[in-house]
Structure formats: structure tokens, C-alpha cells
């Protein structure tokens, strides 16, 4: 007999419960965390990269090597067109990388995708950039 009305007790205090909240959540926070989330987009602007991986496809030295890196990083936007790349200069070699990962995890479940079609690549640490706040 008490486990009945206990459990009737339980029963009518979760059907009141779930009835007085129509589906709404009111979450009061402190005023404070604004500025912080402020302050956290501006340092974002200042300094938006930090370490990470990316995949190296392509490196080359020589007077047609700007030209090759060219073509080589339109196949790869036709071919992976969500995955960023980026040519840089490091000098002597123009080199393309590709992606921002966070952790080496990401970066190695792209690179089975992209090898494939380029069979040379493989993931690099490098400076990445953060993802944008909207």
C-alpha cells in the first residue's frame, strides 16, 4: 500500500512538472559573460591562428613552380570544395596546404579522402586558423 501511493505521489509530481514548462527554458546568466565573449572575438581578430594540422599536397622550387602550384590547388578546390588550401611562399618552395584541424584525428580522416587523388600528400602540423564567431 505505500509503494502505491508513493509511486502515485512520484507520478503526480512529474505530470506537474512537465506541465507547468510548455516547452520554454529561461536561462539567467551573469552580466559579466557578455563582456567576456566580447573580449574573446576581439583577441579572435587579432591573432586567429594557433597550432594544428593540416595536409601538405604540394611543394616545388624552379621558375614554373608558382604556375604548377596554381593548377594543382584548382584541381583540388574542384575536387574537395568544403576543405580549404592555402599557397604559400616559404622560401625557396611554394608549397599548398590544405584544411584547419585541430587535432590530428581530423586531419588524418580528410587525408583518406584527398589520397586518392593526390598521392603524395600527407598531414602536417602548422598554424591554423581559429573558427570564425558569428
Request: proline share 4%; aromatic share 14%; with cysteine.
Amino acid at each position: 500500500m505505500k509503494r502505491i501511493f508513493f509511486l502515485s505521489i512520484c507520478l503526480v509530481w512529474a505530470a506537474l512538472t512537465f506541465a507547468q514548462n510548455n516547452g520554454s527554458l529561461n536561462v539567467d546568466q551573469d552580466s559579466r559573460i557578455e563582456s567576456l565573449i566580447a573580449k574573446q572575438r576581439s583577441l579572435y581578430k587579432v591573432d586567429s591562428s594557433f597550432s594544428g594540422y593540416r595536409i601538405h599536397i604540394f611543394m616545388e622550387i624552379g621558375n614554373e613552380a608558382l604556375d604548377h602550384a596554381k593548377n594543382v590547388k584548382s584541381q583540388f578546390e574542384k575536387a574537395f570544395p568544403d576543405i580549404p588550401i592555402y599557397l604559400t611562399y616559404v622560401e625557396p618552395y611554394f608549397r599548398l596546404r590544405a584544411g584547419d584541424f585541430r587535432n590530428r584525428v581530423e586531419a588524418e580522416k580528410s587525408l583518406r579522402r584527398i589520397k586518392p587523388k593526390f598521392k603524395e600528400a600527407f598531414v602536417t602540423a602548422d598554424m591554423i586558423y581559429r573558427p570564425k564567431l558569428d
